[in-house]
C-alpha cells in the first residue's frame, strides 16, 4: 500500500514536471498514466532504452510509473501487478523471457487495461488476445545480417573451413532465439561453417568476460575462428580477455556483434571488431505515439520495427552514418 501511494506521489509530480523540458507537453495527455516494466539494467543498450522511454513520456506529458525488475521476472509480474491495482491507463513492458506471462497479462486483460510490449516477444497459445502491440527490433533479420556478413568475409578471406563460438543472451528471451535462429539459417547452407559451440553470457560484460576465458580454456586460440556475441556488452569483455592473452581481436579472430554502442563501434572503427550489427534502443517516441493513439481510439499498428543495418570492415567506415548510440 505504501509503494502504491509513493507510485501516486511520483506520477503526480512527474505530471507536473512533464511539461518543462523539450517541446511543451500536451496538456490533454496530462491526464495519462503509462506503467513501464522495465527488465534490468544488464547493459548499455538497456540503459539507453530505459532514457527513451522515460523521454518519451516526458515529451507526451504522461504520467511514468517505472520499476526496474534487475532481471527477475517475477519482479516484473509483481510491477505489472501495481500497475494494475493502480488503475494506469497502458501497461508498457519489456518481458525478460517470453514464457510466463499468461496469469498476470490476462489479470491486466480483465481489468481493461491494454498492454504494448517493448523492445521483446511473449510466447503464448493466447499470445494475439494478451498485447495490443509490440514496437521493437527484429532480432531474427539481426541474426542474419550477422550471417551474412560472415559470408561476405570468408569469401574475402578466402577461408574453407570456419569454427564459430556463439556467446548468447538471455535464455529464452527473444532476441536470444531469434538472433541465433536468423543466423543459423543464414550460414545453413554454407558447409564451410561450423558452429562449435553456444554457451550464454546472458547480455552481461562480466559473463561474456567469463565465456571467452572457458572457450579459450576448451579450444585454445588457434581452435577457434569466429565469435559471434548477441550483444556489445558481452563482445567488450570478450575483447578485454582476448587482449589480456595476447591474441589479436579481429585479426587472430573475428568478432561480430550486436546492438551499436559508441564504444563497440569505435573498437569497429580502431579494427578491434570486424561487424556491429544495429539494435536500436531508441523505442520511447514510438511506444508513447502509440499510447497516445490508443487513448484517443484510433487503430494502431500490432507490429513496429525500428530501421536497422549493419557496420563492418567491409564497408566504407568513414561514412558520418556510423555511429554508436
Ligand atoms: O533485447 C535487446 C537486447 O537486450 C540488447 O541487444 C542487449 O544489449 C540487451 O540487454
Not at 519489456?94 to 490476462?106: A, K, Q
Not at 488476445?129 to 545480417?145: C, K, M, N, P, Q
Not at 572457458?214 to 582476448?242: A, F, P
Not at 508513447?288 to 507490429?303: F, H, Y
Amino acid at each position: 500500500m505504501r509503494k502504491i501511494a509513493i507510485m501516486v506521489l511520483a506520477v503526480i509530480l512527474l505530471g507536473l514536471l512533464g511539461g518543462c523540458a523539450g517541446k511543451p507537453a500536451d496538456p490533454e495527455n496530462r491526464a495519462i498514466v503509462v506503467g513501464f516494466s522495465q527488465l534490468g539494467a544488464e547493459s548499455s543498450w538497456r540503459m539507453a532504452n530505459t532514457k527513451s522511454v522515460e523521454a518519451a513520456a516526458k515529451q507526451y506529458g504522461f504520467g511514468l510509473m517505472m520499476e526496474n525488475a534487475n532481471q527477475k521476472q517475477e519482479k516484473q509480474i509483481d510491477a505489472i501487478r501495481s500497475f494494475i491495482a493502480y488503475r494506469v491507463d497502458v501497461i508498457v513492458f519489456s518481458p525478460i523471457v517470453e514464457t510466463g506471462w499468461d496469469n498476470v497479462l490476462n489479470e491486466a486483460k480483465q481489468a481493461n487495461i491494454p498492454v504494448i510490449l517493448v523492445d521483446r516477444m511473449i510466447e503464448s497459445e493466447n499470445a494475439d488476445s494478451l498485447y495490443t502491440a509490440i514496437v521493437g527490433a527484429d532480432f531474427y533479420a539481426e541474426g542474419r545480417r550477422a550471417g551474412e556478413y560472415l559470408i561476405r568475409k570468408a569469401d574475402a578471406e578466402k577461408m574453407d573451413h570456419v569454427r564459430i563460438a556463439e556467446i548468447s543472451g538471455t535464455p529464452d528471451s527473444t532476441p536470444m532465439r531469434d538472433r541465433q535462429r536468423g543466423f543459423q539459417d543464414a550460414i545453413r547452407e554454407d558447409s564451410r561453417f561450423e558452429i562449435i559451440d553456444s554457451i550464454s553470457g546472458d547480455f552481461l560484460r562480466s559473463k561474456g568476460e567469463e565465456c571467452m576465458t572457458y572457450l579459450l580454456e576448451k579450444y585454445g586460440k588457434d581452435g577457434i575462428d569466429v565469435i559471434y556475441s548477441h550483444n556489445d556488452s558481452m563482445t567488450l569483455g570478450v575483447l578485454d580477455i582476448l587482449e589480456k592473452n595476447g591474441i589479436r581481436p579481429a585479426k587472430d579472430i573475428i568478432l561480430i556483434t550486436v546492438d551499436g554502442e559508441k564504444e563497440a563501434v569505435e573498437a569497429l572503427k580502431a579494427g578491434r571488431i570486424n561487424c556491429v550489427v544495429q539494435c536500436s534502443p531508441d523505442l520511447g517516441d514510438e511506444v508513447m505515439k502509440l499510447v497516445q493513439d490508443l487513448k484517443a481510439g484510433k487503430e494502431i499498428p500490432r507490429v513496429t520495427h525500428p530501421d536497422e543495418g549493419a557496420f563492418s570492415d567491409l564497408d566504407d567506415l568513414t561514412d558520418p552514418r556510423v555511429e554508436g548510440f
